[in-house]
């Protein structure tokens, strides 16, 4: 990939702004060659999903310390420190990237939801007595299970409320799965499995519960951000996140009220309120409503690419300055 962006520069046309993800990994640095031959008129603009070498550190991969570890940090200030806009994920990412290249403009611009409903979406019965039983409040995790994910915390709690008509579902994938599985006993009967949805599934599957769930390892604050936070906003529904009090999903639920942060030390706290809007469907639907409408007016894919809109359009007119 990286051959074929640097031979296209020299018969593609000029572009005014070259756009880069992180997949593959240090994948930013192939936009570079746009601007060293085009005299510096091309602008350069990266869209950071996922933060490396910081995400390898976080996964134990790469020592900090260590001779690869300290290449690539060189590549990602090499790489990073050509941009002329990153766009982050959250206030974590922020600080992460501003250690790196402090001198480089950011803005966090979130992604948006592959399911954005224009009113929110009735439940199927049939699905969530599939999923969860004849249970009065129903938990949903739904997407990627892998190493950035934790189930400690979601587990101890489930644990605390057998008894209270009140499931748990995983309809995951990744490679924690099979621990997460593991990790269950025959005591567990309120914590259940599902298969992975389609996109075509995936609205009624994410309307079927009354909360999702989300979680992120500590050590990964400001690596990534979990993108099942913004589809289930968009479908209307709170969120019980497992992870740093200080990550940029705890700030948002704080900040909006969409749902809670639960960890070790207030597992008694949160049990306590889902046990009320299990008895208290009002004002759960309430909380839903307020979810849904928080997205659209933060979250949606209109507002980021409005955003995006400004932004892209700022950068080519300071290159016309």
């Known amino acids: 990939?990286?051959?074929?962006?640097?031979?296209?520069?020299a018969w593609d046309a000029p572009a005014d702004?070259?756009?880069t993800g992180t997949d593959p990994i240090f994948s930013v640095g192939a936009s570079l060659p746009w601007k060293w031959n085009r005299s510096g008129s091309t602008k350069l603009a990266h869209w950071c999903f996922d933060l490396y070498p910081e995400a390898m550190f976080a996964e134990g991969i790469l020592n900090p310390n260590g001779l690869p570890g300290r290449v690539g940090n060189?590549?990602?200030?090499?790489f990073l420190g050509n941009q002329d806009l990153i766009a982050n994920l959250g206030s974590c990412m922020e600080t992460l990237i501003s250690r790196q290249v402090p001198s480089v403009y950011q803005t966090t611009l979130t992604p948006w939801a592959i399911a954005e409903p224009s009113q929110q979406p009735h439940v199927n019965a049939a699905i969530r007595?599939?999923?969860?039983?004849?249970?009065k409040l129903c938990l949903l995790y739904s997407g990627s299970f892998g190493r950035a994910h934790s189930f400690a915390e979601i587990l101890s709690l489930a644990r605390g409320l057998r008894g209270e008509s009140i499931s748990f579902c995983f309809a995951v994938r990744g490679n924690?799965?099979?621990?997460?599985?593991?990790?269950?006993?025959?005591?567990?009967t309120n914590i259940r499995f599902a298969g992975f949805a389609s996109e075509e599934e995936l609205e009624a599957r994410l309307a079927?519960?009354?909360?999702?769930?989300?979680?992120?390892?500590?050590?990964w604050t400001g690596c990534v951000v979990p993108s099942k936070f913004f589809g289930s906003l968009a479908i209307g529904r709170p969120v019980l996140f497992a992870g740093s009090g200080t990550s940029a999903l705890a700030r948002w639920i704080?900040?909006?009220?969409?749902?809670?942060?639960?960890?070790?030390?207030?597992?008694?706290?949160?049990?306590?309120?889902?046990?009320?809007?299990?008895?208290?469907?009002?004002?759960?639907?309430?909380?839903?409503s307020h979810c849904f409408a928080t997205y659209k007016a933060h979250f949606s894919k209109e507002i980021v690419l409005d955003k995006w809109d400004g932004h892209l359009r700022a950068l080519i007119n300071s290159g016309k300055n």
């Open 1 to 9: 990939m990286f051959g074929s962006w640097a031979l296209r520069v």
């Open 17 to 19: 702004v070259v756009i």
């Open 74 to 78: 060189y590549l990602s200030r090499w």
């Open 129 to 135: 007595k599939e999923l969860f039983g004849d249970a």
């Open 176 to 188: 924690r799965v099979t621990q997460l599985k593991q990790s269950i006993s025959a005591e567990d």
């Open 208 to 219: 079927s519960a009354d909360i999702h769930v989300a979680s992120l390892r500590p050590e």
């Open 254 to 288: 704080g900040d909006h009220d969409l749902g809670w942060v639960v960890s070790n030390e207030n597992l008694v706290e949160v049990s306590e309120k889902l046990k009320l809007l299990a008895r208290n469907k009002e004002s759960l639907a309430q909380m839903q």
